[in-house]
């Protein structure tokens, strides 16, 4: 009896890891991904499984897919979003009419037209903007994003807020529920509930639903739409950037945020509502929760240049990781030149191949990351990637004027990636990102002239020095390299 009751810790362990494992299997996830699960599951008793509970799976549930698709296509027709596309050919390239094909097949988003892009890098001018916007709305707001931080600058957009719904505006602010804890845990909540905004927590994270999803998804997107007019995007969070994480010793945030009017706010708008309505009501949503909604009328013309651009969601409630199959389509076909600024660069095997590819066959590749990020761990990763890349010849540049939060990918003088999306596994498959991709020349040089501007306050690696930093830090970088697929 007593060898069989010995037995018995472990017979449950490997039921546990069995299961796990063939259900790891039919999800088909890339080799080195599945091994390292493997690995953990039958490598370390219990905690293995649990970890697989409660970080394995990266998808939001078959439900939640579906009923984002059925609502991104119902506000498509209500918004008659098709009418206003543009061709598909806009770009005059048929590399990038392919790319535009591609998106309209997973996101469902045609090419719309944006009318004369706005870029803002300085957090006071742009919350002034916002301010004035939201001041001037007479139906409608959505605001969504990752980090609300309700200290600073910040409180003059909330009381903007407030100060609309008092007005007989529908207001409504979906943030996340990890990231905007401090906004959460201060008095504004409840001081814009009583103004009457709608206020919904996204993505709760909490111990019960770690049994449902994973614990660690995140709503990682920055939207803020006026009246189906006018609409915000970029990688700016709602945090004032000179009181935002101070003690981490990194500098102040650096970003950068498009204001852009036009039908492709329409896109934007279906985006925020459908995050909406899935955070607050779930997966049953009925005819009445609709009706509820501000969408009698469409985003009007307007006035101004119009710039060709295309909405691109992406993340665990998606079918397909269309965003990364974007990026390293693009890196592929990149003839000239290419531009990459991300705080958070940790390439997987098929985008440094992409680059290294693209080095080595002439194109200018040079990569822009914050000389020192909020985690240490994300630094030593992402190293571990510079020693190759600095080999094929690709240009590391280091910037020291802060924290460069800017989230964008150039190719060649057309095509613009700009959004939310960091290069790392996280941003490819974890997060709620959403990134616009701009077919554009005009507002392409715009963007290499800004990000041009993070040059002066850089400093480009040099091979031979990179190889002579300390012998640990090369082995923490190769540790966390191996445990990349899983982070």
Known sequence: MIPLLSSIPFIVHFSLSVLAAVRLLYRKLEVNTTLAWLFLLFGLPVVGVVLYVLFGDHRLGQR?????ERLRSFFM??????????PPNVAGTPRYEALSRSILADSGFPVLAGLSPQFFTDAGELYAVMQADIDAAQESICLEFYILDPAGQVANVLAAVERAAQRGVDCKILADDF???PFFRSHWPKRLRKAGVQIVRSLRVNLFSSFFRRSDLRNH???LVCDQRVGY?????????KLFKANRGVGQWVDMMMRVEGPVVDALTSVCLSDYLLDNVGYQ???????????ARCAEAGEGIPVSMQVLPSGPEMRNSTIYEVLVSTIFSAQKRLRIVSPYFIPDPAVQLALVSAAKRGVEVEIIVPERLDSRLAQFASQSSYRELLRAGVRLIRYRGGLLHTKLVLVDDELSLFGTVNIDMRSFFLNLELTMVIYDAATSATLWEHSGSYLPDSVPLDAESWAKRPEWHQFLENILRLASPIL
């Open 179 to 181: 990231g905007s804890k």
């Open 233 to 241: 995007v970029g990688s700016y969070n709602l945090a004032d950037p």
């Open 285 to 295: 949503i009925s005819r009445a929760d609709l009706n509820a909604l501000p969408i």
């Open 221 to 223: 997107r920055k939207i």
């Open 64 to 68: 939640r897919m579906k009923m984002g």
């Open 77 to 86: 027709q209500v918004f008659n979003v098709q009418e206003a596309s543009l």
